[in-house]
């Protein structure tokens, strides 16, 4: 019977040829009849390595446009799975598999997008005896024919991966290798959802090339991810430092200006209510929050819990022993450009609130140092604010003040035309 068999194969073999012979070696699938090949590969006596041996064949030849036999040879394929018997039929109908997702994503066949999604799930890397190999280019080939129906299953497959941490070297190779195929999917895919879990990937535990691929493919998702910026942003169980990178991940979009304007509020408000005892996880807050404020002076305010937040960065730190004068100075240039009437009305109580310290007290070099920021930045407001020009007014006249802080009252007053 095996000799049988082999001599069979061998007439295949030279049938073949002779096919590719008379055919010119340039043969399309309008100008050759694929029904001997499918009759030859769903031979029920044809072993694992014939099947094999037919799609090399096949694919050798240089034919196109011939999606449809590779299609209906993977869903026999998967249909044979349960039938491998030993490690070599195995390693064979990994190979088929393989080379079946090569060539389906090379011709964007988009309908064997189901039968490619079986084969990520029939060869998981959670399985020791599974490399990874076909998983990855299965994923990969999910991404070339389109199979953004696939999506959700492909953001939950990465999100698993991104929680399988291991030190075990085999492992990490092998989980690795479905990460990549999980990352170029969703990169192909163009789909917002795809960016979270990318996300995650590029600051994960995985080696440092695999999260430089995560983070290559990131712009490529999608060219506006504020929504998803802000879902890590506002997400609890990430900390102050996830924030940031994503914040910072943000920055370096094509988005428009108006939606880092937006992701900047939502920065800039969580970086005042995320609560944490932990230094590091406060200096990413504080970094995240004045890069915000930075950001809302280019592009706008597009929510107006950004003025109850600008006074939060300035009143909390005049409070603080140790105040971030940086961030002080930033909110305070902010509302200055920004010059809308919540703004000029925040920069009036902050003067106010300086005027009262000087004539009752307590004053000294920080006070003294704001009110040298302050007056300016009304001054560049150009309000005609009845209330502003008075309190400027009064300040210029005061003798409680300095010659020197009556001149910033009065070039501010000649800065807002008075």
């Not at 043969?27 to 694992?48: G, H, K, L, R, V």
């Not at 994923?139 to 399988?164: C, M, R, S, W, Y």
């Not at 109850?308 to 960065?313: A, F, T, Y």
Request: include cysteine; charged fraction near 25%.
């Amino acid at each position: 019977m095996k000799q049988f068999a082999i001599f069979r194969f061998s007439i295949l073999r030279f049938a073949i040829l002779l096919t590719l012979l008379f055919a010119g070696m340039t043969i399309f699938a309008q100008s050759i009849d694929m029904s001997y090949y499918t009759e030859e590969y769903n031979n029920a006596t044809a072993t694992f390595a014939d099947r094999l041996e037919i799609l090399e064949t096949v694919r050798n030849a240089g034919f196109s446009g011939i999606s449809e036999f590779y299609h209906e040879a993977l869903k026999v394929l998967i249909t044979r799975i349960p039938d491998i018997g030993n490690i070599r039929e195995k390693e064979t109908v990994e190979a088929s598999a393989r080379l079946l997702c090569q060539e389906l994503a090379a011709e964007k066949y988009t309908a064997a997008a189901p039968e490619l999604w079986q084969l990520v799930q029939s060869f998981p890397v959670i399985r020791d005896i599974n490399d990874g190999f076909v998983m990855q280019d299965a994923l990969i080939a999910l991404g070339q024919v389109d199979a953004k129906e696939f999506v959700p299953h492909i953001v939950q497959t990465l999100d698993d991966i991104n929680t399988l941490a291991t030190s075990d070297v085999e492992t990490r190779r092998r989980v690795q290798r479905a990460a990549v195929g999980a990352i170029n999917a969703l990169e192909a895919l163009h789909e917002l959802p795809g960016f979270r879990p990318v996300f995650f990937a590029s600051i994960g535990w995985f080696d440092p090339a695999i999260k430089d691929i995560a983070s290559a493919a990131l712009p490529n998702i999608v060219e506006d991810p504020g929504e998803s910026i802000i879902e890590i942003i506002r997400n609890q169980s990430n900390n102050p430092e996830i924030k940031y990178e994503a914040w910072r991940e943000m920055l370096l979009t094509n988005a428009p200006n108006s939606s880092k304007a937006k992701v900047a509020a939502v920065a800039l408000d969580i970086g005042w209510i995320y609560s944490t005892a932990t230094p590091a996880f406060q200096r990413s807050l504080r970094e995240m929050r004045k890069s915000a404020i930075d950001i809302v002076r280019l592009y706008g305010v597009e929510d107006d819990s950004v003025y109850v937040n600008l006074e939060r960065s300035y009143s909390n730190n005049f409070i603080n022993t140790t105040p971030d004068y940086d961030e002080i100075r930033k909110t305070l240039d902010t509302l200055s450009v920004t010059a809308t009437n919540e703004a000029v009305e925040l920069l009036l109580k902050f003067l106010r609130e300086l005027h009262a310290r000087r004539r009752s007290g307590p004053w000294g070099n920080k006070e003294r140092q704001l009110l040298q920021w302050v007056i300016p930045s009304l001054g560049a407001t150009s309000t005609q604010s009845a209330e502003v020009t008075q309190l400027l007014t009064t300040i210029q006249r005061s003798d409680a003040y300095t010659g020197a802080e009556q001149g910033w009252a009065r070039d501010a007053l000649r800065a807002l035309g008075q």
